[in-house]
């Protein structure tokens, strides 16, 4: 088209002076046809057809001047260790904005990191019958008892948790230690995690640690009402939380099982939306771990649809959980993932797949596995922009990948966030959100940080508030909500919105 008017252009020799003159040397690109090109590659972006108010435009031109700002730092947060970066985001004006924005659902957290370690520590490990143990290999295990606890394989000597930390004299350092049983934090997490192998068995441990904690029955239930808190402080007003469903125990050593559980979490959510009614609700997407054997997976996969037969409105479907690279591959596990089409039930699958920098391993082949098994979305999705026919499904079908920004460097996929794979996928527009994996593990919490992260570090300089608006949204839209309940809780989003815009822009 382009070439077709110039040649309809008069051609008179003061013309030729005239674009003689305009440019700067012959053979040039025609800059009307680069601007062109420009906006074209611009609106594919994820938000790059998202039409804004005034008032939404004079908040992006805002982000757009602090972020140009921000990207002169040295050093530029996105592009270290988020251990080192995080007290730089908190100054971060940008961070500030996106911790105020309202943020649609968190759909990628699991239950066993939802709540901060302080919390944990300063409330949990204060309360009475606390026992601690410490296991050979330097991690430690927590009991609630109302007698003092028979040994166990992997712990001999339980104490009174209250008594050492009397006994130590300096509370303040024994609660530090504490939190560096539960966290990976660190000052030299490159030095102390030189590679995934070391991260993930640290990560497993502090899982474990965590557990004995949390599955004491009253400490669930407040753990929860807290997860939830956190998350409404960060403006969320949604949650899809992978958990396992393990057992609790209370005082006397006795048993819940996993309907229990469930329970409790509804009660819990339906307590905190009467108390946060801006709040929509909260779902469970029932997980187990990709190291158990396929006839385990199959017995979890059945009792999945019967729980959810009997929760419909808490359990969102399945997943399996635990690192990709060492774990078994859904391929692997096919005759129990193909168990509810075969009874003629949905199960609707959420799966972490491609959370691997393996090229071309089983593990990699995961993430065409999980569009075969039609996942509803794919956690992490990691190495999704080097598989085009996956990439194309997924597209294709509306399977958002959840991209979880902190969790993949921290865990050492990719160490500057400039260069983490989904840049492409958001220059594609490809449907994304963005969740947050394990914050409490990671020393983050919500969503605001691994938002920033997406923004200012992968999204960079293109990325704008429709690139924003557009992931918020797409948190409601991919949702596991019915199609009346993704249109209620986007209007009750839609007002806590404008009033971000209008008190920000
Ligand atoms: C712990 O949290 C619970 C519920 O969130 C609260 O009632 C209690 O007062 C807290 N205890 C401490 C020691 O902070
Ligand atoms: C996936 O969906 C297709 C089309 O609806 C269906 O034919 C197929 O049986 C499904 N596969 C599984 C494993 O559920
Ligand atoms: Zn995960």
């Known amino acids: 088209m382009a070439m077709q008017n110039k040649a309809r252009l008069p051609c008179t020799s003061s013309f030729l002076v005239l674009l003689w003159l305009l440019r700067p040397a012959l053979g040039v690109p025609d800059p009307a046809q680069r601007e062109q090109l420009m906006l074209q590659e611009a609106s594919m972006q994820t938000g790059g057809r998202m039409t804004l108010t005034v008032a939404e435009q004079k908040l992006d031109a805002r982000l757009h001047r602090l972020k140009e700002q921000e990207m002169n730092n040295i050093p530029f947060p996105p592009a270290v260790h988020f251990f080192k970066a995080k007290p730089l985001i908190q100054q971060s004006e940008v961070f500030k904005l996106l911790h105020r924005m309202p943020k649609g659902g968190a759909l990628h957290i699991h239950s066993m990191s939802l709540v901060s370690v302080d919390w944990l520590v300063k409330n949990v490990t ?17 009991v609630f008892s109302e007698r003092q606890p028979f040994p166990r394989w992997d712990c001999f000597y339980w104490q009174l948790l209250q008594t050492l930390r009397d006994r130590t004299g300096d509370p303040h350092a024994f609660d530090l230690s504490l939190v560096q049983q539960l966290t990976l934090f660190t000052d030299d997490p490159e030095g102390k995690y030189p590679n995934q192998d070391v991260v993930w068995e640290k990560f497993e441990k502090s899982f474990i640690a965590a557990a004995g904690l949390i599955s004491h029955a009253p400490v669930l239930r407040d753990y929860l009402y807290q997860g939830l808190e956190e ?173 979880c920004p902190i969790s993949n460097q921290v865990l050492r996929l990719v160490s500057d966030l400039r260069n983490h794979p989904a840049a492409t996928l958001m220059s594609e527009g490809h449907p994304l959100v963005i969740s947050s994996d394990d914050p409490s593990l990671f020393g983050s919490s919500g969503l605001s940080y691994d938002f920033y992260q997406a923004f200012v570090g992968i999204g960079g300089l293109r990325a704008n508030l429709g690139t924003l608006k557009e992931l918020v949204l797409n948190s409601i839209r991919f949702s596991s909500l019915s199609a009346q309940q993704k249109e209620t809780s986007q209007k009750m989003w839609q007002k806590k ?6 008190a920000c822009s």
């Open 497 to 502: 919105w404008d009033v971000f815009i209008s």
């Open 126 to 142: 204060y309360r009475p019958h606390c026992y601690i143990c410490f296991t050979w290999d330097n991690s430690v295990r927590f």
């Open 231 to 403: 998350l409404h402080q960060d403006n969320i007003q949604y949650l899809e939380l992978r958990s396992g469903l393990s057992r609790t125990y209370e005082l006397d050593g006795s048993i819940h099982d996993k309907l229990w559980t469930l329970r409790t979490f509804q009660q819990v959510s339906n307590k905190f939306k009467l108390d946060h009614p801006e709040f929509f609700g909260a779902r469970i997407i029932i997980s187990v771990h990709r190291a158990l054997g396929v006839s385990e997976v199959k017995a979890a996969v059945k009792e999945a649809i019967e729980l959810q037969r009997e929760f419909p409105e808490v359990v969102a479907g399945f997943d399996l959980v635990g690192r990709e690279d060492s774990g078994r591959s859904l391929w692997y596990f096919r005759e129990a993932l193909s168990l509810p089409a075969e009874l003629g039930v949905t199960l609707p699958f959420f799966f972490h797949a491609g959370e691997t920098d393996d090229e071309g391993t089983d593990v990699d082949q995961n993430i065409l596995d999980a569009l075969l098994f039609n996942t509803t979305r794919i956690g992490h999705g990691f190495a999704l922009p080097h598989h085009p026919i996956a990439k194309e499904l997924s597209r294709r079908r509306n399977v958002a990948v959840e991209l």
